[in-house]
């Protein structure tokens, strides 16, 4: 019997300590640098643990640090012009979740919005993340990893503010003829399937950019301008943390989602991150990530190993 308890006690210690080795929690560092106040929202993708929190303010010059576990996947955006009504429903023009409240709590953003997507200790271990538009365009944002490793491990967003040069017909405008506020993509515009890479064209090559995801492609090269835009568009880092940032300095005709101050128009500038290599692979979604059972069949093999050791003194 103690020989039994001796080896369950060494299989135990040993899971647990691969466990911890291979789950290594991500640290996501969200910033708000725009003129304005906004209000992030966070969806997690399903069968995955969610954040602490799905929405919160984020004044002008803060910072909010978010601990998310490993495998964690999910989205991030902003949500500007928001207010709450007499009867305590919260709303936002651009962004909403539609919980009526300040959380989302599991609801995801009405297009048009900027996303930053992430997929952590995806396929080899990586992790996968990209900033999108296919959804449309509402907030300037960039996506910095910090401390990663890998050849195409850099910094990814959209730091240019399109809601001035947006074509007429995709336009969204402020209730107090502010101006633009948010872009929409041609698929929510329109509705038809060229735009929308459905129907005939679902495939990457039946679907190709439109004149309209070429503006938010000439614009912002790094992000997703359309379906199938994954080979300039997606990212990956072994063992990094991240920095998203909230119309990133410069930046490019910051203005006041209330209207006041607006800022100069300017170039952007963006920090450079071990590499500059743009992905030439899309993500291959058919590959499963790195499971626990990996570290179960490790684990067993350190076992079984030292049992037979053992056995043999």
């Known amino acids: 019997m103690s020989q039994l308890t001796f080896i369950v006690s060494i299989c135990v210690l040993t899971l647990a300590n691969s466990f911890i080795s291979g789950l290594q929690a991500t640290t996501f560092t969200i910033v708000n640098k725009c003129h304005y106040v906004v209000w992030p929202g966070i969806l997690t993708n399903a069968g995955v643990p ?13 910072t909010k640090t978010i601990t998310a576990p490993a495998s964690w996947g999910g989205r991030f955006w902003g949500r500007t012009h928001c207010s709450q009504d007499s009867t305590g429903k919260f709303s936002c023009l651009t962004g ?7 959380e989302c709590s ?29 959804d449309g365009y509402n907030i300037p944002m960039l996506v910095v990893p910090q401390g990663g490793t890998g050849p195409n491990c850099t910094y ?46 679902a495939t990457p090559d039946t679907c190709k950019p439109s004149s309209y995801s070429r ?14 835009d994954d080979k300039t568009s997606i990212f990956t880092c072994a063992n990094a943390d991240y920095t998203i940032t909230f119309c990133p300095s410069p930046n490019t005709s910051q203005k006041s989602s209330k209207g006041q101050n607006a800022g100069t128009t300017t170039t952007p500038t963006y920090p450079v991150v071990n590499s500059t290599m743009v992905y030439e692979g899309a993500l291959d979604e058919s590959a499963a990530p790195p499971s626990s059972s990996t570290h179960i069949f490790v684990g067993i093999t350190m076992v079984m190993a030292f049992w037979w050791s053992w056995q043999l003194l």
Do not use: H, I
């Not at 599991?106 to 296919?134: C, K, M, R, Y």
């Open 156 to 201: 990814t967003g959209c730091a240019v503010d399109l809601n001035d040069s947006c074509p007429s017909d995709l336009k969204v405008m402020s209730t107090d003829g502010g101006g633009g506020v948010a872009c929409k993509s041609a698929c929510e515009a329109f509705g038809q399937p060229q735009y929308c890479c459905s129907g005939a064209y």
């Open 50 to 62: 969610p954040l602490p929190t799905t929405g919160f303010t984020l004044q002008r010059g803060e």
């Open 96 to 102: 909403d979740c539609g919980s009526g409240e300040l």
């Open 215 to 228: 503006v938010f492609k000439s614009a912002c090269p790094l992000a997703y301008s359309y379906a199938y």
């Open 106 to 134: 599991g609801n995801g953003a009405a297009p048009p919005a900027t996303l930053a997507e992430f997929t952590l200790d995806g396929a080899g271990g990586l992790d996968f993340f990209d900033v999108s538009l296919v």
